[in-house]
């Protein structure tokens, strides 16, 4: 806050700083109106009085414009209809730049009851700097000429006349402007006059039907000449784009084509040399790149995008004309002109090719069909050349990473400026990111309504969305943050009570530059009764999506709708229930031509879950008139799905708590079969050397403790997944077989299979268990083999279900799997090569052992013999 109030204060001084260097008190003339102007009647009819607002309108806007002379004569007559009017139309105000431009007063009438009294008086002038856009950081020099007129009335028509003289000298001889035939308010008539010389080539492009004109040939000179008559204000409409201009208006330019634009731009956007000051920082940025250009290019953009701030001192010569990049590295501050220009220095210093490019940041889009003209443009980027690949990059934005090139807004066209440039070049806007919001809630059992819901977001920020939210945190306190989002979703949830459970978590992945954010609030009162049915119902909104759509009344529409664009959301809502659910299982999808939305949702049953993913992208700025109506159904159909809504009665609540017998008894007679089969691979005896079965094994040891404690809990944790799943209960199977009723069967076997897997690893952990704790000669091949087999079964199922049932895999079915892959790669090997366990696991079956008891105690008596003889005498 105190930079920004340091920011404005600067720039304010600055401001009267140039305003007194230049002139200190613009002086206004009063003369008569000059003899050039053409006359005019009024015309028109007066308005309903139910149509004018704040009680007055203008019943004649006059304007004449004499190119040779560089003045515009305007002259302007005011009706005051009402108290109201008298109130707010009786203030005479005319903005000018006093750098280039002189303003005339040359009458001002007020007409009573037929007479007409003159009342302009020098004095009665106040003269005062305006800046509109401080707010901005931008800086005009423009000054307002105020009257405030004394005793008016009701039913007065104030009549006015003055000339602007002088024309901003950077934009050369060549003359472009816009005439527009509208008004704010009901316009009985508008008159134009345009008088120039008749060697002008002038070009002239209607747009929306603006009235034509007649020419009147006045020696050398050539007089344009429009009238309208009875204009309507247009009515704008909510979410129309920035750029749509419904008004009649009329394009002026003497510019002959993009070229020549060109070449009024480049004396005033040369690329010089690098002054001393800038080569340092050229070497140093040379040196730590060490040859590298992306490494440069990064360095130079980062510095003229973070440490030099924004800021415009947009008077005389620098409203078009950037200040040198030396006086912008001085004074660490400067517009879109400055910054380019300093940058294309930096660029080309250090050896990149680089130009400055004019676009529009409101209709870049739609500058391929306007006339070429220096007055169509409102903003100055960067055109540069890598390993022959184009690059844009707007200096004006802040705290951008690279990420195969940098993050333009959607421009539309630029005007190079390099020689030889003819025509507007496409700025691609690539590398546009999105946001992935994951909403997480665990909820309570409807029968404790009293305990709180838990709900846990994760945000994920890339490219430009990362981007706008550094800015945001860089100009506010991550508390003010804290507050914004509590506020949002206490907003979501108003019947209930939102409280967070702790700070906000903000990083950032250095491998991708995404932002990532964490919070984690808690609801309660989350589950609410409803009095008529006494059922109890909870509603899940979705308003991070429909916070973004556009909510249109139900009438007829003329303009289009503006879309946020490049935009592209992934909203998930996960519901952890606390028992099994009667859910629906719903996908569909929505391609038009300016956006698409996906939705899905999913009933996951082994864990009581159910996901609702919405996909949301914009493929245009707007959406046409004509597919407005498409619009509204698609929005209908979405906001059904935003408000997803549960309930619960003790019907479906004792039903879900019923057993599914046939599958308790699959499950017995598994474990039964797999029983008997542990017990065969329990006698089975794998051949090993002599020597070896010798030997006394040694103890459980080194790397095998860890081994062991993994396979004691196997079956405890296998067991626990197995009982406690859903598949037990009565309601999940008829959940299942209403998802699938074209694939019952399907489903069935593969969630059967899925039980049968469990049975299998339990009994064999157990399995695994006796034999590694008894020392078996057969634990490692059978171990290894297990090892595999469980992760092919694993593996196997996982990809059934999201093939054949298409379920998205969850993150823990995705972490079973690689878990059981990376025990495979650890132990087998282990297995294979050590000493240690071929030493350990060296036990036959004790069946087969008590056959050998008389060989091995003689083999054991042979080699005690042989040992004592090999001891010394004593």
């Known amino acids: 806050m105190h930079h920004l109030l340091r920011s404005c204060l ?196 209607s747009f929306n039907q603006p009235p034509s004109y007649r020419t009147i040939k006045q020696g050398e000179q050539t007089v344009y000449e429009w009238n309208a008559y009875d204009l309507k204000p247009i009515s704008p409409e909510d979410y129309m784009p920035a750029w749509t201009d419904a008004a009649p208006h009329l394009q002026i330019s003497e510019f002959n084509s993009w070229s020549s634009v060109v070449d009024w731009a480049q004396p005033l956007y040369q690329v010089a040399a690098a002054s001393p000051a800038l080569l340092q920082l050229v070497q140093e940025w040379k040196h730590q790149s060490q040859g590298n250009a992306l490494a440069y290019l990064q360095q130079a953009v980062a510095f003229v995008q973070n440490d030099i701030r924004y800021l415009g001192i947009e008077m005389g010569d620098y409203s078009h004309q950037p200040h040198l990049p030396e ?80 993050y333009i807004p959607p421009y539309g066209h630029a005007l190079v400026i390099r020689p030889g440039e003819k025509m507007l070049q496409p700025v691609a806007f690539a590398h546009r990111g999105k946001v992935q919001i994951s909403e997480t809630f665990t909820i309570p059992s409807p029968r404790t309504p009293d305990s709180p819901a838990r709900l846990y977001v994760e945000s994920v920020y890339s490219h430009n969305h990362a981007e706008d939210l550094r800015n945001q945190l860089a100009s506010q306190s991550q508390a003010d943050l804290e507050k914004s989002y509590l506020a949002f979703y206490q907003q979501t949830y108003p019947d209930q009570q939102v409280e967070s459970l702790d700070s906000i978590m903000i990083r950032e992945r250095a491998s991708t530059h995404n932002l990532v954010t964490n919070e984690s609030y808690q609801i309660s009162n989350f589950w609410e009764k409803d009095s008529a049915t006494g059922q109890s119902i909870l509603t899940i909104r979705g308003n991070v999506l429909a916070n973004n759509l556009r909510e249109l009344p139900r009438v007829a529409r003329k303009y289009p709708l503006a879309l946020t664009f490049p935009y592209e959301l992934e909203y998930t809502i996960r519901l952890k229930l606390p028992e099994d659910w009667n859910s629906n299982t719903d996908s569909w999808k929505i391609r038009r031509n300016s956006y698409e939305i996906d939705f899905t949702s999913i009933y996951y049953p082994a864990d009581s879950l159910i996901t ?190 999201e093939q054949l049932l298409e379920l998205s895999l969850d993150k823990e079915t995705i972490r079973d799997v690689l878990r059981t892959l990376f025990h495979a790669i650890i132990w087998i090997p282990y297995l294979i090569r050590s000493q240690r366990v071929q030493k350990t696991f060296v036990k036959s079956d004790q069946n087969r052992l008590s056959s050998n008891d008389e060989h091995v105690s003689v083999i054991s008596s042979i080699s005690e013999n042989d040992a004592s003889q090999d001891r010394p005498q004593t």
């Open 327 to 406: 006086q912008v590295l001085r004074q660490r501050y400067g517009d879109c002109k400055d910054k380019s220009l300093l940058l294309c220095t930096l660029l080309k210093a250090g050896g990149l090719p680089a130009y400055p490019a004019l676009t529009n940041t409101i209709n870049g889009g739609e500058l391929n069909r306007l006339l070429p003209a220096p007055t169509v443009f409102n903003h100055v980027i960067v055109w540069t050349s890598l390993n022959g690949k184009t690059v844009w990059i707007d200096p004006t934005l802040t705290s951008q990473h690279w990420q195969d090139g940098y």
């Open 10 to 205: 600067l720039g304010f001084l600055l401001l009267i700083s140039f305003i007194g260097r230049s002139q200190s008190t613009p002086r206004i003339r009063q003369a008569p109106a000059p003899e050039w102007r053409l006359p005019v009647q009024p015309g028109g009819h007066m308005p309903s009085a139910k149509t004018v607002t704040q009680g007055y309108f203008v019943s004649l806007i006059d304007i004449q414009t004499h190119l040779e002379k560089k003045a515009q004569y305007v002259h302007l007559i005011r009706e005051i209809i009402s108290p109201t009017g008298v109130q707010y139309g009786s203030e005479v105000s005319v903005l000018f730049n006093p750098a280039y431009e002189q303003l005339t007063f040359h009458s001002l009438t007020i007409h009573r009851d037929g007479k007409a009294r003159m009342v302009l008086r020098p004095e009665m002038i106040k003269v005062a700097p305006l800046e509109s856009e401080r707010d901005r950081f931008v800086y005009y020099g423009l000054f307002s000429a105020s009257i405030h007129l004394e005793d008016i009335r009701k039913g007065d028509r104030i009549e006015y006349a003055y000339t602007i003289t002088g024309r901003n000298p950077i934009l050369g001889a060549a003359y472009s402007d816009d005439i527009y035939f509208t008004a704010s308010d009901p316009l009985p008539h508008r008159h134009h006059v345009l008088i120039s010389n008749s060697s002008r080539a002038l070009s002239f492009r």
């Open 612 to 801: 609702l993913h919405y996909r949301y992208k914009t493929l245009k700025d707007h959406v046409p008139v004509e597919e407005i109506k498409n619009y509204r159904a698609d929005l209908d159909k979405l906001t059904q799905e935003l408000n997803y809504q549960l309930s619960f009665n003790e019907n479906a609540s004792t039903q879900a708590g019923e057993f599914h017998w046939a599958t308790v008894l699959i499950v017995l007679i598994a474990f039964v079969g797999f029983g008997w089969l542990g017990w065969r691979a329990y006698h089975y005896d794998r051949p090993i050397p002599i020597e070896r079965e010798i030997d006394p094994p040694l103890p459980i040891g080194g790397w095998l403790v860890l081994m062991g404690i993994g396979i004691a809990l196997s079956p405890l944790l296998i067991g626990y997944d197995l009982f406690s799943s859903p598949l037990f209960r009565t309601l999940t199977w008829e959940t299942i077989e209403a998802r699938w009723p074209n694939q019952k069967v399907l489903a069935y076997g593969i969630f059967y299979a899925e039980l049968l897997v469990n049975v299998f690893l339990i009994c064999s952990s157990v399995l695994m268990g006796i034999l590694f704790f008894g020392r078996r000669n057969t634990f490692p091949f059978l171990y290894s083999r297990f090892l595999v087999l469980r992760f092919a079964l694993l593996l196997a199922d996982a990809i059934l279900i």
